[in-house]
């Protein structure tokens, strides 16, 4: 299903028939609607925010205060399933927009706490406001069950990308120990049995002055 508003360049009349209609490949077409949808949310939010210039996240981010109250940059990079650094960044342009302040951590004292400040929670009341307008418009439009549905399929294909491409193998250091003291007997048995071979080779007689080889004559 095609954006309404963002016309599909497919059918644009500039591209030949063949690429007009040539299929979509289904997971390619997902990432293109994903990436479709996240950037008209991120432009409404925009719209909603009372901050000049909040970054790409930054309303994650507030939200994220909002509900748990102040955090570390580690932990509001884990709640939102990105880098420590690309949060930092986030953090710090906020901070210059007055969004946020950082404040002493009684836990750790050079990891400090993100505080939201009025002007962060007010941008977060505003953009949940903006946001009202168009959740009941989807919701008027989608079923609840096909919400869940996608929330789950698009889940499964997050953790899918993010999972070790292999499971990790441990292996314990008395068996390490194992493996490394078979490699080198091997290896000296190797060395061993070359050994034995070139000193079971027959000595070549020396041709005397005179004498040429057999090849030779």
């Not at 930054?58 to 205060?65: A, C, E, I, N, W």
Request: hydrophobic fraction near 35%.
């Amino acid at each position: 299903m095609t954006d309404p508003v963002t016309p599909d360049p497919r059918s644009d009349g500039t591209v030949s028939e063949e690429l007009r209609d040539a299929p979509i490949d289904p997971l390619e077409e997902l990432f293109i609607e994903v990436n479709a949808l996240a950037t008209r949310l991120h432009q409404g939010a925009r719209r909603g925010q009372l901050a000049d210039d909040l970054p790409a996240g930054g309303t994650h981010v507030l939200r994220t205060l909002s509900s748990f109250g102040s955090l570390t940059v580690p932990q509001i990079a884990r709640a939102n399933s990105t880098s420590r650094q690309n949060i930092q960044t986030i953090v710090n342009r906020l901070a210059r927009e007055g969004c946020v302040e950082l404040i002493p951590n009684p836990a750790h004292k050079r990891s400090e706490l993100v505080r939201l400040t009025e002007l962060g929670q007010a941008s977060v009341e505003a953009v949940a406001r903006h946001e009202e307008g168009y959740k009941e418009r989807v919701l008027g439009y989608v079923s609840k069950e096909d919400l869940v549905r996608s929330s789950k399929t698009l889940r499964s294909i997050r953790e899918v990308l993010i999972a070790p491409r292999s499971p990790e193998i441990r292996i314990e250091p008395s068996e390490a120990n194992r493996i490394l003291a078979k490699r080198k007997s091997e290896s000296l048995e190797i060395r061993q049995r070359a050994h034995k071979t070139v000193r079971a080779e027959p000595e070549k007689r020396a041709f005397e002055t005179n004498e040429l080889p057999v090849n030779l004559l």
